[in-house]
């Protein structure tokens, strides 16, 4: 196996592992250290089914649930409950999966429940000629690179993570949040596994620091925002089919591009679900280079 880092920023690829195979416990815990060095890992020209894929996420931990708040896509049940296809694919007019269309902006998946998705898996069997490119973020770099002064401020502070539906910019004055699933998470927390400290923070989802003035609040999480879109920071990830991506949504964030409505895309997606709470992490110090 080897271990090829994708960017500056974030991930890694794994070479020469065909996830047909029974892999070993020796492959499986390379894999899952170089999951937790680079936060990313990318296995390309993988051609799986669905077990197969399955297979995979559950040395990982145990898979979590399709099923989000909001309207339900009319989904095909012969995935049953933890297959999500992200797909623009239409029959009779109605989307056969979900997020269709468009743009995304950043986020961690479920960030709004008690316990987000450890993990996501997403594997590309459809893809149109242009864009629907995933950006990701590395929210360790966004915590360290943060100036002194704010990471004073934000030191033990929360923030109200909140879904509304929408898969871009936040627009409202005023948010719904009764309506909606919302939870507040520490602002900077705690990689169970590294012990680093992960800015955890995303504009399509979080709403406010808690207890802190809105127009405080709002001019912080704007600041907060630009930051995690610096170059430096983020890897753009072009999908070809057959690639197989694991993200952590502890310590990383991602985005998507916009691409051609009347082309066809899909990816099957998995989540795998996270079984520790998430817990408070300490201000955040720079990484010394050489690590
Ligand atoms: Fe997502």
């Known amino acids: 196996m080897e271990i090829v ?4 920023a974030v991930g890694a690829e794994i070479r020469s592992v065909d996830l047909r195979e029974t892999l070993s416990v020796e492959t499986l815990d390379q894999i899952e250290q170089a999951f937790h060095d680079y936060a990313i890992v990318l296995l390309r020209d993988q051609d799986i089914t669905l077990e197969q894929q399955k297979t995979f996420a559950l040395h990982f931990g145990e898979l979590g649930s399709r099923n989000r708040p909001g309207p339900k896509p009319n989904e095909i049940d012969e995935y049953g409950e933890h297959v999500m296809l992200v797909t623009n694919v239409r029959e009779n007019g109605k989307a056969i999966g979900s997020l269709p269309d468009g743009e995304m902006t950043f986020h961690a998946d479920t960030a709004y429940f008690e316990f987000p998705s450890k993990a996501t898996m ?12 995933t950006l990701f973020s590395n929210c360790y770099a966004a915590a360290e690179q943060l100036p002194e002064e704010m990471k004073r401020r934000l030191d033990g502070q929360k923030a109200m993570q909140v879904y509304e539906y929408g898969t871009t910019l936040k627009t409202k004055e005023k948010y719904d949040r009764e309506n909606f ?3 507040a998470h520490p602002v900077f927390r705690k990689h169970p596994a590294t012990g680093r400290s992960a800015l955890f923070v995303s504009e399509l989802m979080t709403e406010e620091i808690v207890g802190m003035p809105k127009a405080e609040s709002d001019e ?12 430096e920071m983020v890897y753009e990830h072009e999908w070809k089919v057959g690639d197989l991506v694991m993200w952590d949504n502890r310590c990383t964030i991602h985005a998507r591009t916009d691409f051609p409505r009347d082309e066809r895309r899909m990816l099957r997606r998995l989540t795998i679900q996270d079984t520790t709470p998430v817990v ?3 201000v955040p ?3 010394a280079a050489a690590e």
């Open 181 to 183: 699933p919302h939870y």
């Open 285 to 287: 110090y720079r990484q």
């Open 220 to 231: 912080i999480l704007g600041k907060l925002f630009e930051h995690q879109k610096k170059a």
């Open 5 to 8: 880092p994708l960017s500056d």
């Open 280 to 282: 408070e992490g300490a």
């Open 122 to 133: 997403l594997y590309a069997m459809e893809l149109p000629s242009w864009g629907g490119n």
